[in-house]
């Protein structure tokens, strides 16, 4: 099976290849008022699919996964033709976090979904049995972006699917083709609990107000963030946000400046920089400072620039001309405020039409806002304190990298950092790890996926008990006098600080105590 390239009747979605500038193909265009409808055929598959056993949800998702080995080369095609990024990006930071997110999905969310006996250690409440039951949410909306097409939409619809959810998915309007192959790799699962509809934010906006929805996942820019989590506050709608980023990166001179010169350069330039956990704000300590700006801007000067579907390009453009236009506009207004250009700064020049900038390393000042292109920042520091200081200084915090070789200095700072996320001596990678939380604090969202925290996500709480009835509740009518002083004595015995204050305020309120033991038997 091949992601289509012919043209469809209008109105169509067309993609193009933001390298040549080529269409890619085209899909069918949703519309809104058909959103309904659609919501009415997710919402009758799930009510079956959440009473289907757990072995099931794993066979889908298996089958998933078979897919999407057995079709690699052609997905990881699509994904490159639609957004330009390395072949060997599509592999690594698409198909195989994808992959790995669902086969962690299929073998734990049975596990981490089933039901939880409480314990009732209290002494009033020792003769019932509580719980608390994991359910499905019903149908949830994923609004997903476009720098990863793929993985970020695939993950999320096998958590949702694992958890007994039927799932609409709104792909980003620059990579319609890539979304379809979720669609394919979901056959396996009963007709309508995984549907894709395409267009542009007007038919985001309207499945996100549409009835029947149960709560919207969204991953993209703080600014639509916003408008989103406030539609859906209207609505009393649940949502789930990751948004933006401008990761800090901690290279202290005791790191071994080969390999953070490494792992900066390919968390700055991943995906052309567009990438939510991009390595944007470098910070050295000043004794190891020249020497690693030195070594980062000869290594970027190296990059290879080209198109994607060439395995050896490195970098390739970023996703528009409108994006390209933004990442010259930050680069200028960096140069205006006193930055210096150490490297890139400018157009490259390819022999491709399309929208490449080169890879750019910036010192003597910051940019304001996230840049989501190939650019980087890069400060000196003295000191844990001001380093720490520097990385909290943004609006921002999904993740942070600490590098060094002392592991309680790593310890140390990944405690104050205001990250949803911290590595140390590497960068980003647990958004390929499938039982890690991905996320962040501040304005860069709230909310996880992966994880058993992912499910949790898609799922309602619930809490559930069996009592016998043959105990008569003490805390029901009548009150009187005695009743209060009862509970004046389990106040003081049970939570009254120290032995002896528990033991004097048990025989204090002694007749009371006993008025309640009494009104247990009816």
């Keep these: 099976m091949t992601a289509t390239t012919e ?41 079956s699919w959440s009473r289907t056993p757990f072995e099931e949800r794993r066979r889908v998702l298996d089958s998933a996964i078979r897919f ?34 669902a086969r962690w999905m299929a073998r734990n969310a049975e596990k981490v979904l089933a039901r939880e006996r409480l314990g009732m250690p209290q002494p009033y409440l ?36 694992a958890g007994g959810n039927a799932v609409l998915v709104k792909p980003s309007e620059l990579t319609p083709l890539t979304a379809m192959w979720i669609e394919h790799a979901f056959s396996a699962a009963p007709k309508g609990l995984v549907q894709i509809v395409q267009g542009d934010g007007e038919v985001g906006r309207e499945l996100v107000r549409a009835a029947g929805i149960a709560k919207v996942f969204f991953t993209g820019s703080a600014a639509v963030g916003a408008r989103i989590a406030t539609e859906c506050g209207a609505l009393l709608r649940p949502v789930s946000l990751e948004l933006g980023g401008q990761d800090p990166m901690l290279v202290f001179a005791d790191a071994d400046l080969d390999r953070a010169v490494d792992g900066a350069l390919w968390g700055a330039f991943l995906n052309c920089g567009q990438v939510c956990t991009s390595v944007e704000r470098l910070y050295v300590e000043d004794s190891a400072y020249e020497k690693f700006l030195s070594r980062l801007a000869a290594s970027a000067t190296r990059l290879r ?20 236009d933004r990442v010259e506009r930050l680069v200028e ?8 250009v150490v490297v890139g700064g400018r157009r490259a020049e390819t022999e491709l039409p399309g929208w490449f900038y080169e890879p750019t390393v910036l010192s003597g000042a910051e940019l304001g806002e996230e840049v989501f ?3 980087v920042t890069v400060a000196p520091f003295s000191g844990e304190e001001e380093a720490v200081r520097l990385a909290n200084a943004s609006r921002y915090g999904l993740g942070a990298s600490v590098w060094t070789s002392d592991e309680k200095r790593a310890r140390r700072i990944a405690r104050q950092l205001d990250a949803g996320m911290v590595w140390t001596n590497d960068v980003a990678y647990s958004f390929g790890a499938g039982q890690a939380a991905w996320g962040g604090v501040k ?44 509970f004046r004595g389990v106040l003081g015995a049970l939570y009254g600080s120290g032995v002896r204050a528990r033991l004097g305020a048990a025989w204090r309120f002694r007749r009371g105590l006993l008025r309640l033991a009494r009104r247990y038997r009816g």
């Design 68 to 101: 999407v080995v057995e079709q690699m080369d052609e997905v990881a095609a699509t994904v490159t033709a639609e957004t330009g990024k390395p072949l060997a990006e599509s592999f690594t930071s698409e198909l195989l976090p994808a992959v790995d997110q």
């Design 443 to 486: 304005d860069s969202g709230f909310g996880r996926t992966h994880s058993k925290h992912g499910l949790y996500e898609c799922s309602s709480i619930k809490f559930t008990d069996l009592d016998r009835g043959r105990l008569r509740s003490p805390w029901w009518y009548p009150y009187d006098a005695r009743v209060v002083d009862g």
């Design 126 to 161: 020792q003769h019932k049995r509580a719980y608390l039951d994991y359910e499905p949410l019903g149908v949830v909306a994923i609004v997903s972006p476009w720098n990863f097409p793929f993985a970020i939409p695939f993950g999320q619809v096998a958590t949702a699917v």
């Design 305 to 324: 620039l080209g198109r994607g579907e060439d395995a050896t390009t490195q970098l390739g453009p970023l996703i528009s001309e409108e994006q390209r």
């Design 7 to 47: 043209r469809v009747e209008a109105p169509e979605l067309r993609s193009f290849n933001p390298a040549t500038l080529e269409s890619v193909g085209a899909v069918p265009l949703t519309d809104p008022a058909e959103l309904p409808r659609l919501v009415a055929i997710a919402r009758a598959a799930q009510g």
């Design 373 to 375: 292109g190939p650019v």
């Design 333 to 340: 207004e960096a140069r205006s405020n006193g930055a210096e």
